[in-house]
């Protein structure tokens, strides 16, 4: 009995503590609304966790800078997140070495990432960015980059669109793009083609399909982890193997089987002579050498080079099939932006010899007002619509808010589009316009208010091999096929309360269920449409 006081003692002292430590610093100008005594903003988390990312964007939006300070449950936790472009500055470029991804990030996902690009920081970052910057500045690259998404195109996605149109079927286009994706990224990954997209060959296709799955799985639980209001829960249910984290211990066995297959494959290719490969993997394989990079043993290699090839898999399947699905939920609510892209793609391409339509890459280059819609739909709903770091030392950012160490600092892209502050009374409005001068010519925006494709050291390294794959698939399907959204696509009202999943990627609740309709005179469509 004596034991049980004494427990029940203890355990009273305990949350006397937590409350007068959470006491002992007032509210400040920046304090996030809703926010109590030990229990931090836990309320008003699980009532918003639909809507996390306009929640913040809604608490941003009221405060004097644009920048919240957070306190999790029992003040387990402490940090900022912010909107405004001079803290972002400050964060990714100004006081870089003092804003890393930290312990936080890296155990959220280092199961599926392990030590890769977006998970690690120090020497491991800095000799994979080396290598990875390399590369991606070869012309080479570029070139592969365009022709393989070209075949993806003319050889899987506008046939299957094709079929889709003529059984009249009702398809989700988020699952469609997903797969068509993956299937690009990875011949531009690793040389291999795991043909998601085709309906062919249903059998040899069960291992890709279920590394797909696996793959959504593992970026599925283990972004929900940062959900969670107590981080020991998810770590006891990876303890005791149980519940989602059971899911993804399985699902991370998936992915190493298949990434081992294929680095085991490409390893009998090259050591065969087959050195002529032009896809990401063979580059790295052979530029590891050339940065001094020394491993103990053949495995390790192997660990080294699967945990860039899965984070070039999650940057390129996930965030482009959501950028495109979110472009193609917009164009079906938006007639008049529609119009105008038709116009653009009929005067590249007047009177096409052969069906599909495929821009080349100069094609691409000339596409302004393409340009400027997909750009504004990023703008509206980045891939990544929030990104954490994690403060080395004390700092004050340039807005005055102070940083404490061991803090976190979060920076919301999606809450940055809907800052008027940022972008003007007509923030919350999808127009392209924005971005084109007088000319119509496209006119980049300053990277701070931008950071789609992030800033700094750790800016986005494959932001022109996105634009290419996007701007590549968008022509080429809405010059053949009008997408009609079933349910009435992006206009202002859905707009304003947007369907998507919260998660590290920015997807769609409940996919995007479309009709495919040919477009039997695209001359005449675009020039009746362009004027509206």
Same mark, same amino acid.
């Given at each position: 009995m004596m034991d049980?006081n004494?427990?029940?003692l203890f355990f009273c002292l305990?949350?006397s503590? +937590?409350f007068?430590r959470s006491?002992?610093?007032?509210?400040?100008?920046?304090?996030c609304?809703?926010?109590?005594?030990?229990?931090?903003?836990? &309320?008003?988390?699980? *009532?918003? *966790?639909?809507r996390f990312?306009d929640?913040?964007?809604?608490?941003?939006?009221?405060t004097?800078?644009?920048t919240?300070q957070?306190s999790?449950?029992?003040?387990?936790?402490?940090?900022?997140?912010? =909107? %405004?472009?001079?803290n972002?500055?400050?964060?990714?470029?100004?006081?870089f070495?003092?804003? +890393?991804?930290g312990?936080r990030?890296h155990d959220?996902?280092h199961?599926?990432?392990?030590?890769g690009i977006?998970?690690?920081?120090?020497?491991?970052?800095?000799?994979?960015r080396?290598i990875?910057?390399?590369?991606f %500045?070869?012309k080479?690259?570029?070139?592969?980059i365009? $022709?393989?998404?070209?075949?993806?195109l003319?050889t899987?996605?506008?046939?299957f669109?094709?079929?889709?149109c003529?059984? %009249?079927?009702?398809?989700?286009?988020?699952?469609?793009? *997903?797969?068509?994706?993956?299937?690009n990224?990875?011949?531009l /990954?690793f040389? /291999?083609d795991p043909?998601?997209?085709?309906?062919e060959?249903?059998?040899e296709?069960?291992?890709?399909?279920?590394f797909?799955?696996a793959?959504?799985d593992?970026?599925?639980?283990?972004a929900s982890?940062s959900?969670?209001? +107590?981080?020991?829960?998810?770590k006891?249910?990876?303890?005791?193997? &149980?519940?989602?984290? #059971?899911r993804?211990?399985?699902?991370?066995?998936i &992915?190493?089987?298949y =990434?081992n297959m294929?680095? #085991?494959?490409k390893?009998d290719?090259? @050591?065969?002579?087959d050195c002529?490969?032009?896809?990401l993997?063979?580059r790295?394989m052979?530029s590891?050498?050339?940065?001094?990079?020394g491993?103990?043993d053949q495995?390790?290699?192997?660990?080294?080079?699967?945990?860039?090839v899965i984070?070039?898999?999650?940057?390129g399947?996930?965030?482009?099939?959501?950028a495109l699905?979110?472009?193609?939920?917009?164009?079906?609510?938006?007639?008049?932006?529609?119009?105008?892209?038709?116009?653009?793609?009929?005067e590249?391409?007047?009177?096409?010899?052969?069906?599909?339509?495929?821009?080349?890459?100069d094609d691409?280059k000339g596409?302004?007002?393409?340009? =400027?819609? &997909?750009?504004?739909?990023l703008?509206?709903?980045?891939?990544?619509?929030i990104d954490?770091?994690l403060?080395?030392?004390?700092?004050?950012l340039?807005?005055?808010?102070h940083?404490?160490?061991?803090?976190?600092?979060?920076?919301s892209a999606?809450a940055?589009?809907r800052m008027?502050?940022v972008w003007g009374?007509d923030?919350?409005?999808y127009r392209p316009? *924005?971005?084109l001068?007088?000319d119509?010519r496209?006119?980049?925006?300053?990277q701070?208010r931008f950071?789609?494709f992030?800033?700094g050291?750790?800016a986005c390294? @494959?932001?022109e091999?996105?634009y290419?794959?996007m701007?590549?698939?968008a /022509?080429?399907?809405m010059?053949?096929?009008e997408i009609? /959204?079933v $349910?009435?696509?992006?206009c202002a009202? #859905?707009?304003a309360?947007p369907?998507?999943t919260p998660s590290?990627?920015?997807?769609?609740r409940?996919?995007?269920?479309?009709?495919? #309709?040919r477009?039997r005179q695209p001359n =005449?469509t675009?020039?009746?449409t362009?004027?509206?």
């Amino acid at each position: 009995m004596m034991d049980l006081n004494a427990a029940a003692l203890f355990f009273c002292l305990c949350l006397s503590f +937590i409350f007068f430590r959470s006491l002992r610093s007032p509210p400040t100008k920046n304090s996030c609304p809703h926010s109590y005594p030990i229990i931090g903003n836990l &309320i008003a988390l699980l *009532r918003n *966790r639909h809507r996390f990312h306009d929640w913040v964007a809604d608490m941003l939006s009221r405060t004097p800078s644009l920048t919240l300070q957070v306190s999790t449950f029992l003040n387990a936790s402490h940090g900022v997140c912010t =909107a %405004n472009p001079l803290n972002v500055n400050h964060l990714l470029v100004s006081n870089f070495p003092n804003y +890393i991804k930290g312990s936080r990030f890296h155990d959220f996902f280092h199961e599926l990432l392990g030590d890769g690009i977006f998970n690690v920081d120090g020497h491991l970052w800095t000799v994979q960015r080396k290598i990875s910057s390399h590369e991606f %500045n070869t012309k080479s690259l570029k070139h592969f980059i365009s $022709d393989t998404v070209q075949s993806e195109l003319s050889t899987r996605l506008i046939p299957f669109l094709s079929s889709a149109c003529e059984n %009249n079927q009702v398809i989700d286009l988020q699952d469609v793009l *997903r797969k068509a994706m993956f299937d690009n990224i990875c011949n531009l /990954a690793f040389g /291999a083609d795991p043909t998601c997209l085709s309906s062919e060959a249903v059998g040899e296709n069960s291992l890709n399909l279920s590394f797909v799955q696996a793959f959504d799985d593992a970026v599925e639980i283990s972004a929900s982890r940062s959900l969670v209001p +107590i981080h020991v829960i998810w770590k006891i249910k990876r303890f005791f193997n &149980i519940g989602s984290e #059971k899911r993804l211990k399985e699902a991370v066995g998936i &992915i190493n089987e298949y =990434a081992n297959m294929i680095l #085991k494959s490409k390893e009998d290719q090259i @050591g065969s002579g087959d050195c002529g490969n032009l896809d990401l993997l063979s580059r790295f394989m052979s530029s590891s050498s050339n940065f001094g990079l020394g491993f103990d043993d053949q495995e390790q290699k192997r660990k080294f080079l699967r945990d860039i090839v899965i984070s070039f898999i999650l940057a390129g399947k996930d965030s482009t099939s959501t950028a495109l699905t979110w472009f193609f939920w917009l164009m079906a609510g938006n007639p008049r932006c529609e119009g105008l892209i038709l116009a653009e793609l009929s005067e590249a391409s007047p009177a096409p010899a052969t069906s599909p339509v495929i821009f080349s890459y100069d094609d691409l280059k000339g596409l302004n007002y393409l340009h =400027a819609a &997909i750009s504004e739909s990023l703008r509206l709903f980045p891939p990544v619509p929030i990104d954490s770091r994690l403060a080395v030392d004390d700092d004050i950012l340039p807005d005055g808010t102070h940083v404490r160490k061991g803090w976190f600092a979060d920076y919301s892209a999606y809450a940055m589009g809907r800052m008027h502050q940022v972008w003007g009374p007509d923030c919350r409005e999808y127009r392209p316009e *924005r971005w084109l001068d007088d000319d119509g010519r496209f006119q980049p925006s300053d990277q701070f208010r931008f950071p789609v494709f992030h800033c700094g050291p750790r800016a986005c390294l @494959g932001k022109e091999m996105a634009y290419v794959q996007m701007k590549s698939i968008a /022509a080429s399907v809405m010059r053949e096929f009008e997408i009609v /959204a079933v $349910d009435g696509g992006g206009c202002a009202g #859905k707009m304003a309360d947007p369907p998507y999943t919260p998660s590290i990627v920015l997807k769609m609740r409940g996919g995007l269920p479309v009709r495919v #309709k040919r477009r039997r005179q695209p001359n =005449a469509t675009s020039s009746s449409t362009s004027t509206t």
